[in-house]
């Protein structure tokens, strides 16, 4: 007797995420990953045509009214995760700190992220719990082969069923591109598949000038504040991939704080109606179709 259960696609796993994600940011052409912090906003990035999706930490967390120093658990990261690949069916990076603690549970993270829908997880060089490397001066970086441990170890756990994207916190933290290029050298010796280089500065000077420099695995970036520079500098440059990294949380914010302003200001919500979206988007953002046509297809049906 045949077997197959046919779920609806909304619950499929999505097919070789890894692949997918591996073949965006080694593609010869710029990738852009779109930060996603909840199922609907990574359904909504996807309807947008991003091909793939960032999980921010930064944004997972505001949106759990957490603050970005690990107080959301990795429990709460991963059913996040979850939520918006079954949304999405995109690819996801997902941001995964410092690997909340040392490399036993970098690798539990990573291999729970594989379970849930992730296809590659992204490790930056610093301690536990972190800071948001935005916030204040104190980011003391880890010890650069206690953290090759940590890389080594997702990469024995995941092997290429997850894409492991090593973060350099060196330019954030205050040293110079030989630190970051010493450290870079090291990550990609320990297994990692691309390296994301920050930096806070408002000129993406020290960003390009380490692009020139080093060329062995394809180099990641996050442009947060030197939002600037056009995008034409990053592909010169020879750089795989852009993250925009917390603009969907941040529109949410702006998009949730006017129109509450002006329904208590306004004591009514006619005004605002013509600017919200529609029920019928949301509905169709998340297949409400797809639940009908599958009533229709299971439920009994009436005399
Ligand atoms: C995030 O989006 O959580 C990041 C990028 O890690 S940053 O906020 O720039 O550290
Ligand atoms: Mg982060």
Redesign the pocket.
């Known amino acids: 007797m045949d077997q197959t259960i046919n779920l609806p696609k909304s619950i499929d796993p999505i097919e070789d995420a890894s692949k997918a994600l591996h073949d965006l940011i080694s593609s010869a052409n710029l990738t852009y990953l779109m930060?996603a912090h909840d199922g609907l906003s990574a359904a909504i990035a996807m309807q947008a045509g991003f091909k793939g999706l960032?999980a921010?930490?930064?944004?997972i967390s505001a949106s759990l009214g957490y603050r970005?120093a690990n107080e959301a658990s990795w429990t709460h990261v991963i059913d996040v995760v979850e939520r918006m690949a079954d949304a999405s069916r995109l690819p996801i990076l997902v941001?995964g700190d410092s690997g909340f603690g040392n490399f036993n549970n970098a690798r539990l993270l990573a291999m729970k992220l594989l379970q849930r829908g992730g296809a590659g997880v992204c490790l930056?060089d610093k301690g536990f719990p972190k800071m948001?490397?935005?916030v204040g001066n104190r980011h003391p970086l880890a010890d650069i082969d206690e953290f090759s441990g940590r890389l080594s170890a997702v990469k024995d756990s995941t092997g290429n069923d997850l894409v492991l994207v090593a973060r350099i916190e060196a330019l954030i933290a205050g040293y110079g591109l030989d630190e970051a290029l010493h450290r870079a050298d090291a990550y990609a010796d320990a297994g990692a598949d691309a390296i994301l280089i920050?930096s806070r500065k408002a000129e993406a000077d020290e960003i390009l000038a380490f692009a020139k420099a080093w060329k062995r695995l394809p180099i990641v970036i996050?442009p947060?504040k030197y939002y600037r520079t056009p995008v034409s500098a990053y592909r010169e440059a020879g750089i795989s991939t852009v993250?925009w990294?917390?603009h969907a949380m941040r529109a949410a914010v702006a998009g949730m704080r006017a129109v509450c302003s002006r329904i208590i200001a306004e004591e009514s919500i006619a005004g605002i109606e013509p600017e919200v979206a529609t029920l019928d988007e949301v509905f169709g953002l998340l297949r409400y179709d797809e639940l009908a046509s599958a009533e229709n297809r299971y439920l009994p049906k009436r005399a």
């Open positions: 930060e960032w921010s930490g930064l944004s970005d941001d930056e948001n490397s935005f920050h996050v947060t993250i990294a917390n």
